[in-house]
Structure formats: C-alpha cells, structure tokens
C-alpha cells in the first residue's frame, strides 16, 4: 500500500501536515440570586463571550496548502430561571438560555478556507419542568424548546469544499424519569421521552451552485417521535457491617 500523500509543489509526500492550531477564550459572567418570595426564586444572569479561532499551519490538514488565519468571534449571551416552590416536597422551573457554538476547525481546512465569512451557530432554549420528592418515590419531568439558527453547512463547488451559514433546525419534546426505593438497598429507575428535531427551510447560492435546505424534514440522527424511547433498570447498594 502507498501511503504517500498526493503531489504537491515544495511539500514533502511523507508529510501528511503541520499545523499549530488553537483556541483562545475570555468569558466572564454574573449572576443574581432573588428571592422574591420565600417560595419564589429567580436567576438572571449575564455571559460575554469572546473565542478566538487560529490556525498556523505551513502544511495544513487535508487540503496540505499553506494557511495563516484566524478570527475573533463575540457574543453577549442571557440566562434566567426561576423555581416555585408549591410544597416542600414539590418544586416547578423554568429555564430561558441564549448560546452559540464556534464553527468546526475543519472550515479552515478547505483549499480556499472563508473562515471570516462564517458566523456562529446560535440557539435560544426554553424548559420548563416540576420536580418532587416524597419519601421513596421522586419523580422528575419537563418540556423543552430550542430554535437553533445560523446552521453551518456545507457544499461542493467544483472540486472545493464550501462552508456557509443556512437555516437551523428546531428541537422540541417532552421527557421524565422516575426513581423508587423499594428497601434500603433496591432502587428502581425508569425514564423516557418524545422527541422532535426538524430542520428549517432556507435557499441560497453559493459559487452559483443553487442550495435549498428542505424545511420540516426530520434531521437524521436526531431522536424523534415515534419512535419513543425508554428504559428502566434496577440499582441495588450494599451495607458495610
């Protein structure tokens, strides 16, 4: 077998490549705990993050060309939940979050990377639950929402690979789990979920090659309903005399 790389002028083909790459984060945040009422808490909070993305590389993965590059990405992120207390024994939450996720190094890794062109993937989450414990029973259920935007996909033009940013997807669904004691030592635990993760429609064109992301479409790999998942096992714990 020939394990040499492809030609390419001035690099060696014994050298797959040689890169430095890198992440450099700064994230400071604050949050405030308010006790509205002795049964009423709320949380807001504050994050501002600033990652910057580097590659310093003579012989870069994949594409084996030389790329110097990076980019500073910033966003102002928002949090909030709030718990009431309606027993001492039984609790209901609501969450709020704002987030985003950097792209994948391997966007620089193209023959003619546009890594300055390219945003975060954002999401805004919603959650909302109850929690109760009783004696041997505790019961744990939610519901949640994420609007996830700015999908970062990809297309080929001609023979280079091209990342962009395009639609989003949608996730949505409804889980819970219940753990009861039995004795002292046998613990019984079951948990399930439905589940949604549809894609959002959007077109663009990219090098003049048209791209349509089909909206509604059940993203593959994601769970989804139905099918249903659940499961449910039994835990014991020793004594030590």
Same mark, same amino acid.
């Given at each position: ?68 590059? +990076? ?14 207390? =309606?027993?001492?024994? =039984? ?14 190094? +391997? ?22 639950? =109850? ?31 091209? +990342? ?21 030592? =046998? ?8 589940? +949604? ?26 769970p989804s309903r139905p099918p249903r998942w659940a499961s449910c096992s039994v835990t014991t714990t020793g004594r030590s005399r």
């Open positions: 077998m020939d394990y040499r790389q492809k030609v390419l002028a001035g690099v060696p083909q014994y050298v797959e490549y040689l890169q430095y790459s890198g992440w450099d984060q700064v994230e400071p945040f604050i949050d405030v705990e308010w006790n509205v009422t002795p049964q009423l808490t709320v949380t807001p909070g504050l994050k501002y993050v600033s990652e910057k993305l580097s590659v310093d590389a003579d012989i870069n993965q994949k594409s084996r060309l030389p790329f110097h590059g +990076s980019k500073t990405f910033t966003k102002t992120l928002y949090f909030l939940t709030a718990n009431y207390k =309606l027993q001492d024994n =039984l609790a209901l939450y609501g969450q709020y979050a704002t987030g985003f996720l950097l792209p994948d190094i +391997s966007a620089t890794q193209a023959v003619n990377p546009n890594l300055n062109d390219l945003e975060p993937q954002e999401s805004t989450n919603y959650q909302a639950g =109850l929690v109760y414990h009783g004696g041997k029973l505790t019961v744990d259920a939610d519901a949640y929402y994420i609007d996830f935007t700015n999908k970062i996909q990809s297309v080929t033009v001609g023979t280079e690979n091209v +990342s962009f940013n395009l639609g989003g997807a949608r996730y949505k669904g409804i889980e819970g789990a219940v753990t009861y004691a039995a004795t002292d030592t =046998l613990f019984v635990f079951a948990n399930g979920s439905i589940n +949604s993760a549809e894609a959002q429609g959007a077109s663009t064109t990219i090098g003049g090659v048209p791209v349509v992301i089909a909206g509604g479409k059940q993203i593959a790999g994601a």
